[in-house]
């Protein structure tokens, strides 16, 4: 799969292939008419054959009704059944019980624990009068979450309230499709977690996740939601026959979706240096006040791992669960309902992620027949993502940036001021921008002045959106912002990027720190230990202190 973002290509020598895949994915299942007042009551018509049952103890029956029900089949059936407090990993205790036989399909774990659901609040009045409210804001209820082993998408979880309209949440896992997939195509894989960390053939791997964005995916979840939520999940809250009477009927629709972007070196060796120095060249840009390091073993294997040549029978599929076997070290981005997030999986391969927390965020329609739509918006997310990435890493400035910044500029048929580097102000605009580089869906005045007041340290409002709007205008004169189409949003091109990276890292770890020692006539001890960076900043020192010494210069 040819990938066009800048990051990948400029480490393409040193990668085996690249993969992309569709990670987690969580769908909302609503009962459309059960929405609203008009639609819940013509059901509960057609299912009771009247309005004479249809008040608050009867609705409260169902979800006693429920649980009495879930419980016998679960005891019948030696499934366990398990009250969860808030705060608990769910999945982590699923996974704990998750069947030993690889060919069980079903239910084999339900967890009971309490959370916000749409709840109907029935009032009566008069003669036959009925007054139907939701009750605001939504109370707290029991809900089941159905642990299953489908025989296409692995392990999924369908969480469902016990109160008519009996709202759910389903959670499925694109690495386990893919995973099954490659099995049937004899693929040899290995799983850790949720990556594949060695195949023999990167490109048929990609061609299998690469099904997961096509439309036909649409099919696909809707096939494995029908499936199981009727007659595993609903059949305790309505039979078979009540959902056919009454003609309960769920729709789908996406709420959170993870797409992922891996890389798989040739090398760990040359993954950790990759990976190592683009967080210590870009944290700062990026403003990454946090990184997370969980460790493992200190040093990757610095050549390719074992193949099936060297006489190792590895399984076609291996899934380990083990806590991570070399340094795992992770950084994110948020913006709002999205996180842009990398890190290193396994010996050799590097994982970028587009999250969006809440569809709503995003500017597509949510319903299950757009999630190609969403998903190719998060891949351009992640590409924008590792283009940022790449132009901070690899900062430049060509040979008449500096002169050609401070100078006046032209926006549309009007004069703008030029950038004056010497200003402490202008400087923290361009980090502030690089900051929100990221954020694939632009940003706005308002953002980049939180951003800058954050950067300065100072919380009055000193730099408002006066002022950001102004700085904006001069940054867009030079071609380092662009306009998101018509919308109030701004960009920052990668050229731009560029050139601010270089600008900041020219004066912030160059100049600065070299001057700084520089003016030192006796420098003090050096360091028992010191990087590569700190040896440079000496001989440089040193050579100026010279330099000035022949100029007759006293710093």
Not at 62 to 74: I, P, V
Not at 266 to 290: A, C, K, N, P
Not at 326 to 348: I, M, N, P, Q, S
């Amino acid at each position: 799969m040819d990938h066009p973002d800048d990051f990948t290509q400029y480490y393409a020598s040193l990668l085996e292939g690249t993969y992309d895949c569709v990670d987690r994915i969580v769908l909302n299942a609503y009962f459309s008419r059960g929405q609203s007042p008009g639609g819940f009551r013509s059901w509960w018509r057609e299912w009771a054959g009247s309005d004479d049952g249809l008040d608050t103890e009867h609705l409260m029956r169902f979800a006693g009704r429920f649980s009495r029900r879930l419980r016998a089949w679960a005891a019948a059936h030696g499934v366990p059944v398990i009250d969860c407090n808030s705060g608990e990993r769910k999945h982590e205790l699923a996974e704990a019980h998750l069947p030993p036989d690889p060919a069980f399909v079903g239910v084999f774990l339900i967890q009971v624990s309490r959370g916000p659901a749409l709840v109907w609040d029935v009032r009566r009045f008069g003669q036959g009068g009925l007054d139907l409210r939701r009750k605001a804001p939504w109370p707290y209820v029991k809900h089941y979450s159905f642990h299953i082993i489908d025989p296409d998408w692995g392990h999924l979880t369908m969480r469902l309230s016990g109160h008519p309209p009996f709202g759910a949440l389903i959670m499925l896992n694109g690495h386990e499709w893919v995973e099954r997939r490659a099995r049937q195509r004899q693929l040899p894989v290995t799983k850790e977690g949720n990556c594949f960390t060695h195949t023999t053939d990167v490109s048929a791997l990609a061609e299998v996740a690469d099904a997961l964005t096509a439309p036909t995916a649409i099919g696909r979840l809707a096939e494995v939601c029908d499936r199981w939520i009727y007659s595993a999940c609903l059949c305790f809250g309505l039979s078979q026959d009540d959902q056919e009477r009454s003609g309960f009927r769920y729709d789908y629709s996406a709420y959170q979706v993870e797409y992922s972007r891996n890389l798989c070196f040739q090398r760990g060796g040359e993954l950790d240096q990759v990976y190592q120095g683009m967080i210590e060249r870009t944290r700062t840009h990026l403003d990454l006040r946090t990184l997370v390091t969980l460790f493992g073993r200190k040093h990757r294997p610095h050549r390719r791992a074992p193949r099936a040549a060297t006489g190792e029978d590895r399984p076609p599929a291996q899934v380990q669960l083990e806590k991570p076997t070399y340094d795992l070290t992770v950084f994110k981005v948020h913006f709002g309902a999205l996180t842009l997030k990398v890190y290193d999986k396994g010996e050799r391969v590097l994982r970028f992620e587009a999250i969006v927390h809440n569809a709503r965020g995003l500017p597509c329609r949510r319903a299950l027949a757009f999630l190609p739509e969403m998903v190719a918006l998060l891949r351009k997310l992640l590409e924008r993502f590792l283009n940022i990435l790449y132009s901070t890493d690899r900062a430049f400035l060509d040979a008449g940036a500096l002169d050609a910044l401070p100078q006046p500029s032209e926006l549309g048929q009007q004069r703008v001021a030029g950038i004056d580097l010497n200003q402490a102000r202008i400087r923290t605009v361009l980090a502030a921008v690089l900051a929100l580089a990221p954020n694939g869906q632009g940003f706005r005045v308002a953002d980049l002045a939180t951003k800058v007041r954050d950067l300065s340290g100072t919380a009055a409002p000193a730099y408002g959106a006066r002022q950001a709007a102004y700085d904006l205008r001069k940054l867009r004169g030079k071609a380092l912002v662009e306009p998101v189409g018509r919308s109030r949003r701004y960009l920052a091109t990668a050229q731009g990027c560029r050139t601010m990276a270089g600008i900041l890292i020219l004066r912030e770890r160059v100049i600065k720190p070299v001057l700084a020692g520089a003016g030192k006539p006796h420098p003090g001890p050096r360091p028992k230990r010191q990087g590569p960076l700190d040896a440079h900043y000496q001989r440089l020192q040193a050579e100026m202190r010279a330099t000035f010494a022949t100029l007759g210069l006293a710093v």
